[in-house]
């Protein structure tokens, strides 16, 4: 199966990039299941069910969440209703789930999603809860599965691609909105420390940089808005799985001026 992986979809911009090139790219790199990353998709802050039905409608199988994901409150029934994650290892008896299976081309595939620890909100151990999740899908035959680590440090990407590789077809990370260059396979893992986002691409990670720059000048906070006009960008991954392993993964960057550029990811011996 060839899946693809579309990280934080910030506000408006986002969501438009997705209306205009996402169908394009399945057809084109014959993509049969897509995920993405619902958190930031409406103002910049958490999903609504308008919003929710808007992103299905250009192609998304299911979407992840992170730390903003009960930003919105219309997002609690969309669990029942929609194919939506947030992070697995929220607390007990918070709605929803952050482990899903579905069936592409004959087999099964699990979406995994995980939250990180420094600077996120309470949650329980991301690596535990990994390490726990992914012994039960394979005790039930699921060999394929796809990790977004939501999570703020490096350091902690890094960790659970060591922690799961050979055992898991993929981990991306998202959170920060900065692509990193580290696009990797290794022991049949495909590994990206952070897709990076999807929207606004000239100002402070997709958000208008007035607040963040008088934030930064004098230590007074405001509110942070998605920029009316800017330049956009949509970033994807594909990756190509079967039987537990990626053989093959790219990532594209798309520009508002149709310009792509393709990265490999290279293969660790």
Same mark, same amino acid.
């Given at each position: ?48 069910? %308008?919003? !929710?039905?808007? =992103?299905?409608?250009? *192609? ?5 969440? &992170?730390? $903003? #994901? ?86 902690? %990407?890094? !960790?659970?691609? =060591?922690?799961?590789? *050979? ?5 991306? &990370?998202? $959170? #920060? ?93």
């Amino acid at each position: 199966m060839r899946i693809a992986f579309i990280g934080d979809i910030v506000g408006h911009p986002g969501r438009e990039m997705l209306k205009n090139y996402l169908a394009k790219i399945k057809e084109e790199y014959e993509i049969d299941f897509v995920i993405a990353n619902y958190e930031n998709a409406s103002h910049g802050f958490g999903l609504t069910l %308008k919003n !929710a039905n808007e =992103l299905i409608s250009y *192609g998304i199988d299911v979407m992840s969440g &992170g730390n $903003h #994901t009960w930003d919105k409150k219309d997002i609690i029934p969309l669990f029942d209703t929609h194919e939506l994650l947030r992070p697995h290892n929220y607390p007990e008896g918070v709605p929803g789930t952050g482990c899903k299976t579905y069936e592409v081309k004959g087999e099964k595939i699990a979406v995994l999603n995980l939250m990180g620890h420094y600077s996120m909100p309470m949650s329980d151990n991301a690596f535990r809860c990994a390490q726990a999740t992914v012994k039960k899908l394979k005790e039930e035959g699921i060999k394929n599965i796809f990790i977004d680590f939501h999570a703020e440090a490096t350091s902690e %990407k890094r !960790a659970m691609m =060591l922690l799961l590789q *050979g055992e898991v077809s993929g981990i991306i &990370g998202t $959170h #920060t909105h900065v692509s990193t260059d580290d696009f990797q396979i290794s022991q049949g893992t495909a590994y990206l420390t952070d897709i990076g986002l999807t929207g606004c691409r000239d100002n402070v990670i997709g958000m208008d940089e007035k607040v963040p720059l008088k934030q930064f000048l004098t230590g007074m906070k405001g509110h942070f808005d998605i920029p009316k006009k800017c330049k956009k960008i949509l970033q994807i991954a594909i990756m190509d799985i079967g039987e537990g392993k990626c053989s093959k993964a790219f990532k594209l960057k798309i520009f508002d001026n149709a310009t792509v550029i393709k990265t490999d990811a290279w293969v660790e011996e």
